[in-house]
């Protein structure tokens, strides 16, 4: 069929835009219905035809529309940008036929048919999602076993965090290190010994009771805090003109980069007391920190290297002609741009730490994911996987979107190349 | 005057490749030096070794005094005592023109960050650049850049200047801006060794040139001299292509 006589000139443009809108509604019309009232326009076809005629209605619907520079903004636009092809016109159509196919029935789930009323199972009745599990559950979700009377301890641990890390931000320039140093050197002993109890007559918490949202957050914050600085310095030690020293990073980085997380982890659980002299004990919660931390320490140390590389050698050089030391040179000059540089490259390494943390199932540890494992095995609650993983799910998007949204704006903070 | 640079049969090899030959010079206070030659005769080599940017093998060169060698503790002494100007300025670009004047004698000397900025201003002033000290070496331009590096390297209040061909990289235009800068320090005192192909430069400041070739130097002479009457036949046919 000579398709050109379809072709519409400045004379017939309204008919065949009328024409064409006709056609591509229809074909709407006709996923529509067979979506949601499962009938069709075409059932007189045969089933595997049916199913394909929106998308041929729609398809030439959109070829009738398909007119250069018609005038009619709009029209344009969507042409430019959603139908220059036959080939793109099918991709829209894909698309947005299933996107009105799929999302009402996830809307549906999520939303319209789920429960949030009741207290138990039984009150979930209506086919969607049970909500009622995550309400139940909550608590457990964020504190883990941590007995309910102390839960104040945590909530003020991580309300003084939120305030000191929010005063540091508006703060003046001067008090801004101490709040910082105190941030990073007295707080964290200070923040473990309220949580953990055992002195002042705060009644002590074994670490195995810790859990859910707040062990991913003490786990994912200590790891960052300190693999940091761990990785700074093997990045420097794997560059040293000093052979031991090099060696010994590289060694180190290879090992650990060349064994999984959670053999890793294992290990620190199982083999590592093996190795201590009888009588001494290091807490669970201790040596899996200490094994995520030098874990992911090996990866930054790699990261930090490639920003160390970017550099010029002139940087280098400008340095040490002024004098500088080997520690000046590197704090002073090399180090705050090779950083800089490699923004990115840190948060994706953070950003895997905080989804690496559920493994630390492993050692018996249960955080966020680790808790919705549990709850969903318990008999009143069988069943419930899907929501409980749905929730939490969403609880780490949010925290690594959040992520890396700072990471960015930081990136346009601290840009001064132009 | 007293002699304040010293190398005695200085060699360097750069794996086989022997990049300086024998080299003896002598440079007294307030003497202004200006190195010549063809790309590859180790003019920036000699001058990289004498702050130890490049590590030479055989031989001796004392600066100030001190002997540098792989024993010497106080390297960054001396360094800091040695200005250096690079071909490619090599500001520190995630720092403002007023922070990369002042980094170094706040962190290397120890001065009270007041008098470092009083300090860095005087000279952002004398290479006439004090409007922009606020600015990132990004937002400048080729010449304002080299000025202000060679402000940096004022601030530390050096005994010897080191150029490396410091207006190689910059458009004719910006070249003067930056001589005038040169120029100006020279009248003041200062001893400099300068690796430049600027000849009209050389011939206004310049006490004595030298000529390298093949990490030699062929010729050493008074300015005068080394332009109207040069000895050696291969610096004859260098002059006779540059001028």
């Known amino acids: 069929m000579n398709l050109s006589m379809l072709k519409s000139d400045t004379k017939n443009l309204n008919s065949f835009i009328a024409a064409g809108s006709a056609l591509i509604f229809i074909g709407f019309i006709d996923i529509i219905l067979s979506s949601f009232f499962s009938t069709n326009i075409t059932a007189f076809l045969p089933n595997k035809i049916s199913y394909l005629t929106p998308l041929l209605f729609g398809l030439f619907g959109l070829y009738l529309i398909r007119i250069e520079f018609s005038g009619n903004k709009l029209l344009d636009k969507v042409n430019t940008n959603f139908n220059s092809s036959n080939f793109n016109a099918l991709l829209t159509l894909l698309v947005i036929f299933a996107l009105i196919k799929y999302v009402p029935p996830l809307l549906n789930w999520f939303v319209f048919d789920a429960n949030f009323a009741g207290n138990t199972k039984e009150d979930c009745t209506s086919g969607g999602a049970c909500w009622v599990f995550v309400k139940v559950w909550l608590n457990r979700f964020v504190y883990g076993l941590y007995p309910d009377t102390e839960q104040w301890r945590i909530n003020t641990a991580f309300l003084t965090l939120f305030l000191l890390v929010g005063a540091s931000f508006f703060v003046p320039q001067k008090f801004k290190k101490y709040i910082i140093i105190f941030l990073l050197f007295v707080y964290p002993i200070i923040g473990l010994k309220l949580i953990s109890g055992g002195d002042f007559g705060l009644k002590y918490v074994e670490t195995g009771a810790w859990g859910g949202l707040s062990l991913t957050f003490i786990v994912s914050a200590f790891a960052l805090i300190l693999c940091f600085p761990i990785g700074t310095i093997l990045a420097l030690g794997r560059r040293s003109k000093l052979p031991a020293i090099r060696y010994t990073s590289i060694g180190f980085i290879e090992l650990w980069r060349g064994v999984p997380l959670i053999t890793v982890l294992f290990m620190s659980a199982v083999m590592f007391p093996m190795f201590l002299p009888d009588g001494t004990y290091v807490d669970k919660l201790i040596r899996v920190l200490i094994a995520i931390t030098l874990f992911e320490a090996a990866y930054m140390a790699e990261v930090v290297r490639g920003g160390l590389q970017a550099l010029p050698k002139g940087q280098y050089e400008a340095a040490k002609s002024l004098g500088m030391g080997y520690w000046k040179m590197h704090f002073l000059i090399i180090l705050p741009q090779a950083l800089k540089l490699v923004i990115p490259g840190i948060a994706n390494t953070f950003l895997a730490l905080v989804k690496d943390t559920p493994l630390i199932f492993v050692v018996g540890l249960l955080e966020l994911a680790g808790m919705v494992n549990l709850a969903k095995t318990n008999p009143k609650w069988l069943g419930m996987a899907m929501e409980g993983y749905v929730f939490a799910g969403l609880v780490f998007w949010v925290i690594c979107y959040v992520m890396s949204r700072y990471s960015q704006n930081l990136e346009k903070k601290l840009k001064t190349e132009r | ?243």
Do not use: Y
Not at chain 2, 128 to 139: L, M, R, T, Y
């Open chain 2, 1 to 243: 005057m007293s002699k304040i640079i010293e190398l005695k049969n200085v060699n360097k090899w750069f794996d086989k490749f022997q990049a300086l030959k024998d080299i003896n010079l002598e440079v007294n206070q307030q003497e202004r030096i200006v190195i010549c030659g063809p790309s590859g005769s180790g003019k920036s080599t000699l001058i990289r070794c004498i702050n130890r940017l490049e590590e030479h093998q055989d031989g001796q060169i004392v600066v100030d005094g001190k002997e540098i060698s792989e024993n010497t503790k106080d390297l960054e002494k001396i360094r800091a005592e040695v200005g250096m100007v690079f071909q490619q300025f090599n500001l520190f670009p995630h720092l403002s023109i007023l922070d990369n004047c002042t980094l170094a004698p706040i962190w290397v000397k120890k001065m009270p960050k007041k008098d470092a900025e009083a300090l860095a201003m005087k000279n952002l002033e004398r290479v006439q650049i004090a409007d922009q000290a606020k600015k990132f070496p990004g937002q400048l331009s080729g010449g304002q850049q080299q000025r202000s590096a060679l402000a940096r390297a004022l601030c530390m209040e050096p005994k010897i200047m080191l150029f490396d061909e410091p207006t190689s990289a910059l458009d004719p235009e910006m070249i003067k801006e930056v001589l005038d800068a040169m120029v100006d320090l020279a009248k003041a005192g200062m001893t400099m060794i300068v690796v430049t192909h600027e000849m009209g430069f050389a011939k206004e400041v310049a006490d004595n040139m030298i000529f390298m070739d093949q990490g030699q130097i062929v010729e050493k002479a008074k300015t005068k001299d080394f332009f109207e009457n040069p000895k050696s036949d291969r610096t004859k046919l260098f002059l006779s292509q540059i001028l």
